[in-house]
């Protein structure tokens, strides 16, 4: 059976005090680490819980914080504060952070999931944009005199040559020549397309 560890320094009860455990586990005294984790795991544990809630998450952050007390037990100051106070502070630290750490993480994953379901901006700006051209065009494609028209539409939302809307309409090759050149011009004026 292990000797009572004293929490503080003040005379009474035997065995070593924890200022002088944790001056052993600075020189890598495993047993000394041993009686320090017994001394302090409970309370380790018991803030962690308080700040995380999380059991799974508390457990892993007091292992965190114990792991530390060993790696860095030489950085310890009497002068500035009791082990304990020392320990604390570096468990409630941890469990802060940890905090943070999956705040972040939440709030990323959140900023994520709606860039995915919004639209791109450009994407809906152009899809607007590319509507109101659209009834644009057919706004012109109505002055046009009915030849005009015929001949632009063939030519150029059916995708024929110039020879086949002349033979499709029955009109000389000249004449459709003209009628696409004019109904161009008259797009042109009416979309007001700078040249």
């Known amino acids: 059976m292990r000797e009572a560890v004293r929490l503080d320094s003040a005379a ?3 065995g070593p005090d924890l200022k002088e455990l944790v001056a052993a586990v600075a020189k890598g005294d495993q047993d000394a680490f041993g009686r320090v984790y017994d001394a302090v795991a409970g309370p380790v544990l018991g803030l962690v819980r308080s700040v995380l809630r ?5 457990e892993e952050v007091a ?4 792991v530390e007390i060993w790696q860095t037990a030489a950085r310890y100051q009497p002068n500035r504060g009791g082990v304990m106070t ?10 802060v952070d ?16 709606l860039l995915d379901r919004t639209p791109a901006f450009d994407e809906v700006s152009e899809q607007v944009e590319s509507r109101l051209e659209r009834e ?3 706004r012109c494609m109505r002055t046009l005199t009915e030849l ?5 539409t063939l030519a150029y939302y059916r995708g024929l040559t110039y020879r086949e809307v002349a033979e499709l309409l029955a009109t000389p090759l000249g004449t459709v020549k003209t009628r696409l050149r004019d109904g161009l011009i008259r797009l042109r004026d009416c979309l007001g397309v700078i040249v």
Do not use: I, T, Y
Request: net charge positive.
């Open 12 to 14: 009474g009860a035997g």
């Open 148 to 152: 005009q028209r015929e001949s632009v």
């Open 136 to 138: 644009q065009v057919r």
């Open 63 to 66: 292992q965190e914080v114990l």
């Open 86 to 95: 020392w320990v604390m502070m570096l468990a409630h630290r941890r469990a």
């Open 98 to 113: 940890r905090v943070r750490s999956a705040q972040a993480s939440s709030d990323r994953e959140q900023k994520a999931a």
């Open 54 to 58: 999380d059991p799974a998450q508390s």
